[in-house]
């Protein structure tokens, strides 16, 4: 029998999640058991696709006009496999990070997230993708507050209120869409969507809408507070998966819908993607806490994302396969980053980084996580950064953006200094020495595994663009004069 | 003028001024209170713009649309007055720290 593991992938934490409501006792073993089936579940779905090339399923028998479709090609494969890969990494982290107490309330808000995302990757349709966007918003903001502390509360509340915002204005532009070419279906709108005021308003509208909840420059107010301010595997989760499911969405509908009526916007995007890597890496740099270099990291590699905007050249897949290549990389040495840091903060309770004593000899495998993580965010060879920041490169020589190479380049250098002062920090000891407790081996071991793996994407050139080739996300084909 | 028309620029006239509201006020519980009323706008511009043209039925799928806003919309106020509520517990205000400063 064949299973259906689209659908086995939006199930399966759904029930994870409500099993760990109700035998909070349970919770540990639930949850690291539904990350390991997603894993196995994601596998399934990939060898579905490469058989047949795109999952395609109409949830209840109901088809595209009137029902809601499910759909997956090598793009939403890469975002699900991201999320199951870091998941995992999350999970087994978070075994040892949470007592019992905050165990309960993690997990089953964890699985709903991994449910939303999943099922966000495999929408085929403007409004389902608006209710899982609204979804993983509403769990997004519940983990960030977990601690309940001052800062938390405020910063997921400004963190709800920008969201919120956010989906409100994305789904003015689902509406007007749905007025102006009668139909919900990515599919049906690509073929139908022709340049008018009404695209090119509803164009404005999501994708405000979206670059709020992606937190590009200028609109990244509400992510530092609400990244650093979260427990270690909540942040994680946030930089490297949810901040990427919005882009996903304008990803998505920019390759399928939007591109042939763009008008330069994507000039704009390019513009906002250097200011953001230069702004976000300048705030990195000026970082005392540890927590908030990281996630004004997370600001500037947002950045890179944008740059494949104005870069791509229809017919030429390089840029969008830089993005995708950025997307999972990031994903992967941002959450090792996080965890890592994670597992300094347990280590010597504070994260200043002028604080940071002797790290490197009483926590080794933190540490060279750290390093190998920041390795692929600066771009060296060889990671899955180098590769994604390498094709953006290529694209902007052969398309002659001088400008996005110094961008590129520059935005490198910076990351190279605010990883090094980290590590510099971390190699010497401190006027102020670190209290010690000890770091169960699981977290060590999560964070590093995560760290390895985004270096290991850079030896692993040939699977992931043959991944990323099935159902040729990247073909542009409905593009009409 | 049509009723239609009619419908969906006052749905952009609650909409506009929801965000006008979000912007301005400081108090948590006005800012909830302005998404919520922004969220009225799209909705009511949803149900406006169903209806296509003079005679026919109005078009079903977005009122269906609708009433899933509507339960989101209440799942988000929810947690946006929880969240007040906490700060307000640990703050002794209801408003976001950078905007006191002011």
Redesign the interface.
């Known amino acids: 029998m064949e299973v259906n593991w689209g659908v086995v992938l939006i199930l399966l934490p759904l029930i994870g999640g409500i099993a760990c409501f109700l035998y909070p006792r349970l919770v540990k073993i639930l949850g690291v058991l539904t990350s390991f089936a997603l894993v196995l579940s994601v596998a399934g779905l990939g060898w579905q696709i490469k058989i047949n090339d795109i999952y395609r399923h109409s949830v209840g028998g109901w088809d595209a006009p009137?029902g809601i479709e499910l759909y997956a090609d090598g793009l939403s494969l890469l975002m699900l496999s991201a999320t199951a890969l870091v998941g995992l990494g999350i999970s087994v982290y978070s075994v040892g990070y949470f007592d019992r107490e905050d165990s309960s309330r993690f997990w089953p808000l964890w699985l709903f997230l991994i449910a939303a995302l999943n099922a966000l990757f495999l929408s085929a349709d403007i409004?389902n993708l608006y209710?899982n966007l609204?979804l993983m918003?509403?769990t997004a903001?519940?983990l960030a507050?977990l601690t309940?502390?001052?800062d938390a509360?405020?910063g997921?509340?400004?963190y709800?209120?920008a969201t919120?915002?956010g989906s409100?204005v994305y789904?003015?532009g689902v509406?007007l869409l749905?007025?102006g070419f009668g139909s919900?279906d990515i599919g049906i709108l690509s073929v139908r969507v022709e340049s008018s005021p009404v695209a090119w308003v509803a164009l404005g509208l999501i994708s405000t809408g979206l670059l709020l909840k992606t937190a590009l420059f200028p609109l990244h107010f509400w992510l530092p507070a609400a990244h650093a301010n979260a427990p270690a595997p909540v942040s994680a989760l946030l930089s490297a998966l949810v901040v990427k499911a919005s882009f996903y969405i304008l990803f998505r509908l920019w390759l399928k819908i939007f591109s042939p009526i763009s008008e330069g916007v994507e000039m704009i995007f390019g513009l906002l993607g250097s200011m953001a890597i230069l702004w976000g890496s300048l705030q990195a740099l000026r970082q005392t806490r540890l927590k908030l270099l990281v996630a004004y990291s997370t600001v500037a590699q947002i950045g890179y994302l944008f740059l494949s905007f104005p870069l791509a050249i229809s017919g030429v897949a390089t840029a969008w396969s830089a993005t995708a290549y950025l997307i999972l990389s990031h994903a992967l040495a941002k959450a090792a980053m996080f965890l890592a840091v994670g597992n300094i903060l347990c280590f010597g309770v504070h994260d200043r980084i002028a604080g940071l004593d002797r790290v490197v000899q009483r926590l080794p495998l933190t540490a060279s996580a750290f390093a190998l993580a920041g390795i692929s965010i600066m771009g060296l060879p060889p990671s899955g950064g180098f590769i994604g920041k390498w094709l953006l490169l290529e694209a902007a020589l052969t398309k002659g953006r001088w400008d996005l190479v110094v961008v590129i380049i520059l935005g490198g250098l910076m990351a190279a200094g605010y990883v090094f002062k980290v590590l510099g920090n971390a190699f010497t000891p401190s006027s102020e020495p670190h209290k010690s407790r000890p770091v169960p081996a699981c977290m060590e071991w999560a964070s590093l595994l995560l760290a390895l793996g985004a270096i290991l994407l850079g030896f692993f050139v040939s699977p992931v663009s043959s991944l990323l080739d099935m159902g040729s996300p990247f073909d542009i084909s409905g593009v009409r004069p | 003028m049509n009723l239609a028309v009619h419908y969906t620029l006052v749905g952009v006239g609650l909409?506009s001024l929801g965000?006008y509201a979000?912007i301005v006020h400081t108090h948590?519980l006005r800012?909830i209170l302005a998404?919520n009323v922004?969220?009225s706008g799209?909705f009511m511009?949803?149900v406006a713009?169903a209806k296509r043209n003079g005679e026919a039925p109005p078009d079903p799928?977005?009122h269906a649309?609708v009433i899933?806003?509507i339960v989101?919309a209440v799942?988000?106020t929810a947690?946006?007055l929880s969240?007040?509520l906490?700060?307000n517990k640990?703050?002794g205000s209801a408003e976001?720290?950078e905007d006191q400063q002011e």
């Open positions: 009137l409004f209710v609204e918003g509403l903001v519940t507050a309940g502390s001052r509360l405020s997921s509340m400004r709800l209120l919120l915002l409100l789904l003015l509406a749905y007025h919900m | 909409f965000l979000l948590l800012k998404i922004m969220g799209v511009m949803l713009l799928v977005p649309l899933t806003g989101v799942s988000a947690l946006g969240l007040m906490k700060l640990e703050t976001l720290p």
